[in-house]
């Protein structure tokens, strides 16, 4: 893992391979906390998943990165388990890279929004943060 000044390692999901995963880093002046019960739920190549939580704050992080090659149901499955186990009446941001083009209507992204509003989330980023 990488060192940056002023920030902690608070969450991550590695791999077993040296490359890729999650993480999530935070001031080192700030009271968050690992969520480990989500980690568990992660699943290697499928959904790599972390969280952490400031319980002054009532806010829950979560990060997720989802390979675009993987099984999509396994990520559903994963996000829909880990979302709901975290959702304690918590503020919460749900952050990464999904793999999911928002702008293309298809059957993956109906499923993840339906997914996600059912908890009352939404995405806040509109443009593409990616373009190849």
């Not at 791999?15 to 002046?29: I, W």
Request: glycine share 6%.
């Amino acid at each position: 893992m990488s060192s940056v000044p002023g920030y902690k390692l608070i969450s991550h999901f590695s791999r077993s391979s040296p490359y890729g995963g999650s993480c999530v880093y935070a001031s080192s002046e700030l009271n968050f906390e690992d969520i480990p019960e989500v980690k568990k739920l992660g699943v290697e190549n499928h959904s790599e998943i972390c969280a952490f939580v400031d319980k002054t704050l009532k806010l829950i992080v979560v990060s997720v990165y989802r390979p675009p090659s993987r099984d999509f149901q396994a990520f559903i499955d994963s996000e829909f388990i880990a979302t709901g186990i975290i959702f304690r009446g918590f503020r919460v941001i749900v952050c990464g890279d999904f793999n999911i083009d928002l702008d293309k209507y298809s059957a993956k992204r109906s499923r993840w929004l339906d997914m996600m509003m059912s908890f009352n989330l939404s995405p806040k980023i509109h443009d593409y943060t990616y373009i190849v």
